[in-house]
């Protein structure tokens, strides 16, 4: 089974502070149809996740410009461009290139 | 609109059977597919398995002998079955879908105790 590793799991950040979360993937998430299966999501506390960014750069409906998705292969990373109270939570990357679809082991955004 | 909810008991005792159905609407099953998903408490998410849009399943392979995904698409359910339940089961389970787990039900919290 495909194997994410991100880093950091805590992060702390202020409000209107740019952070970057990491995901390393321990094979090529590049599918054979030219897509690149990666997501990343926010689970807000007592709330279901969210998907932010869809095939590591496309920003879901309704999701504020501030995050990005970037990278490819292997290794990816999600930006947020000015912290704001509402990010507040735990981010996760999922792979579906590969079955079984696997999740990251989570980040969780504080204020610092 | 796309909704999912999911349904089941809140209690299972070790050792039995969890049933859970996920209820879609806004979309069609036979074209899109749906994944469970769980979350032990305080722990992080758990991909557990999907059924595709063909109707083929795939599974976490850590459960796959104890998980069976099914559906039926003239009711938009999807359903879950897992066996031999134990303690480290309980958890909140979503369902998920379609176009790569875009939408979430509210999940559906179970705790495996007697």
């Known amino acids: 089974d495909v194997v994410l590793t991100q880093t950091p799991s805590i992060l702390s950040a202020t409000i209107g502070q740019s952070v970057s979360i990491s995901c390393r993937s321990s094979q090529s998430l590049l599918d054979s149809d030219g897509n690149t299966y990666l997501y990343w999501f926010l689970q807000r506390p007592g709330q279901s996740p969210q998907r932010l960014i869809y095939?590591?750069?496309n920003l879901g409906s309704g999701v504020p410009n501030r995050f990005s998705g970037s990278g490819s292969g292997t290794d990816f990373t999600l930006k947020i461009s000015g912290v704001e109270a509402e990010d507040l939570g735990v981010y996760y990357c999922?792979?579906?290139?590969?079955?079984?679809?696997?999740f990251g082991g989570g980040t969780k955004l504080e204020l610092k | 609109q796309v909704q999912l909810k999911e349904s089941g008991p809140g209690l299972v005792q070790p050792s039995q059977t969890l049933s859970l159905t996920c209820t879609v609407s806004?979309?069609?099953?036979?074209?899109?597919?749906v994944s469970w998903v769980r979350q032990p408490p305080g722990k992080g998410l758990e991909w557990m398995g999907a059924?595709?849009?063909?109707?083929?399943?795939d599974y976490n392979s850590a459960l796959k002998s104890r998980l069976s995904i099914s559906r039926d698409t003239s009711k938009s359910q999807v359903f879950l079955k897992m066996n031999s339940l134990q303690t480290e089961d309980t958890a909140i389970y979503f369902c998920?879908?379609?176009?790569?787990?875009?939408?979430w039900g509210q999940g559906v919290m179970v705790t495996v105790s007697s």
């Open positions: 059924i595709w849009s063909g109707g083929s399943t």
């Open positions: 998920t879908g379609p176009l790569g787990a875009r939408y």
């Open positions: 806004g979309f069609s099953l036979t074209s899109n597919s």
């Open positions: 095939l590591v750069s």
């Open positions: 999922m792979q579906a290139t590969h079955a079984p679809w696997t």
